[in-house]
């Protein structure tokens, strides 16, 4: 069934455009020999497809640039001061109950003023972010990256096509996020979120840092190939002989020194250090630790793609091993996910003509030839053609979109913002200024891709 999936998968189109396509190559090397984080834009869909299809973890810089609206504590205290959370105190045992705005005051105050490190893991715990933080939720969905992975409408989502009941019955699609996470530095280095894995992918946005632009937390993220040895080493070093396995048992953070040794039996770590506006991509199945090194606020979605499902139900399997619940139901996702990529496919296929066009490129096609045939009869009768400015008038100049999909296509465009705009809506592709577009105009077709793939290049 699997298989089948990818194969539907293979005929949707890829958003975005690839400045570099050989930087993937250099950047899974240097991964995999010197375990260095492949560090991309939003924009390189493409390279992150490759990366991510090694199931390497991945960091896309930036975010913050297109996420909309305030995230700092002081918003969270003004537009949800009311909402209960569940606290964390380093001096407690229990979470303790309290208001968001006494949370996040807290928060707010020095480490000394406070003597304690705080956290607010899982908010909201139980409701659907979408509910609880509507307009938040917008503006995550809006701008996290690689939307066909992660959005909840993405199509290599296959968490996307669980089926929603009718109203008013409540839907059984496990919740897959988005969630806030917030903790104060890690001062005393027992790790902000310890050592575990997690069943499906994930990704994490860092969307406050008490330091600004510097790092605000370090991660540890170690390749789902060396879990075996990671395993052995924990047990071997707390001398535990029980079956619990030492990576769900959540209660272990590596310090440098137990980093060193790994190392020496083979298993290194990517160390990622995440600044503000980082989506840290995780791959399923990799285990993964982190430390706040300021006062953080990030939100983290998981998402179930074709590319770690294999791990994912590895570790689900794990878990029910262990008497855990089985939260993800594979079995279930998958054949939803077969089944609506199916139809979607179907849908594609009867509405493409023999000629590979879709009805609604004939029509323009048509329309076109339309025109030019009323002016090759005007000229032939000696009338001259005017232009109204409306585009019914043959253009002195036509523009073809760049993008590999539209590359068999015959859509033109008669002004430079049409094929600027179609770039930006069809294909969710990086585009100049406006103030810079009509340095393309009377471009000829291979000098205007030439051109905008060097400004795709300046952009990477």
């Not at 179930?304 to 079995?331: M, Y």
């Not at 054949?335 to 590979?356: C, P, Q, Y």
């Amino acid at each position: 069934m699997l298989a089948d999936v990818d194969a539907v998968i293979s005929k949707f189109p890829v958003h975005g455009l690839l400045p570099h396509i050989s930087d993937s190559e250099s950047l899974y090397i240097l991964a995999s020999r010197l375990r260095y984080v492949p560090t991309i834009s939003r924009t390189q869909d493409l390279v992150f497809q490759r990366l991510w299809s090694r199931q390497l973890p991945v960091v896309v810089s930036n975010v913050h640039e297109v996420l909309q609206g305030d995230w700092s504590p002081q918003a969270f205290i003004r537009q949800y001061g009311e909402e209960q959370v569940l606290m964390i105190d380093s001096r407690y045992k229990k979470p303790k109950k309290v208001k968001a705005s006494h949370f996040f005051t807290e928060f707010l105050r020095s480490d000394d003023e406070r003597g304690s490190i705080i956290k607010l893991k899982d908010w909201p715990p139980t409701a659907l972010f979408a509910d609880t933080l509507k307009p938040y939720f917008t503006a995550f969905m809006d701008a996290v990256p690689m939307p066909s992975y992660t959005r909840h409408n993405g199509i290599r989502n296959l968490s996307a096509h669980y089926p929603e009941p009718p109203k008013p019955f409540k839907s059984l699609k496990p919740d897959y996020g988005p969630k806030l996470y917030s903790a104060t530095e890690d001062t005393t280095g027992v790790g902000s979120t310890r050592l575990h894995l997690d069943i499906t992918s994930a990704v994490n946005i860092l969307v406050y840092s008490s330091r600004g632009e510097a790092a605000g937390a370090i991660w540890h993220i170690f390749l789902a190939d060396d879990l075996d040895k990671l395993r052995s080493y924990l047990r071997a070093k707390s001398g535990d002989t029980t079956p619990e396995d030492p990576v769900h048992a959540q209660n272990i953070y590596l310090t440098q020194p137990m980093l060193d040794e790994l190392k020496a039996l083979g298993v290194s770590p990517f160390v990622v250090h995440q600044k503000l506006g980082d989506a840290v991509f995780i791959p399923a199945g990799c285990a993964h630790q982190v430390s706040n090194t300021a006062a953080c606020i990030k939100i983290a979605c998981d998402f179930l793609c074709s590319e770690g499902v294999a791990r994912s139900a590895q570790v689900s399997a794990e878990l029910r091993q262990e008497g855990r619940e089985d939260i993800l139901e594979l079995d279930n996702m998958l054949w939803h996910a077969w089944a609506s990529l199916r139809v979607t496919a179907d849908r594609i296929s009867t509405s493409t003509t023999g000629d590979g066009l879709t009805r609604k490129q004939r029509k323009r096609l048509k329309q076109r030839q339309d025109v030019r045939a009323r002016d090759d009869r005007a000229r032939r009768k000696g009338k001259k053609v005017e232009n109204t400015g409306n585009g019914s008038a043959r253009p002195n100049h036509i523009f073809k979109c760049p993008h590999p999909i539209c590359e068999r296509s015959k859509r033109t465009f008669p002004v430079v913002y049409g094929v600027f705009s179609h770039l930006n809506e069809s294909h969710r592709a990086a585009i100049p200024p406006i103030s810079c577009q009509l340095q393309y105009q009377g471009l000829g077709v291979v000098q205007f891709k030439e051109r905008y793939f060097e400004f795709l290049s300046s952009q990477s």
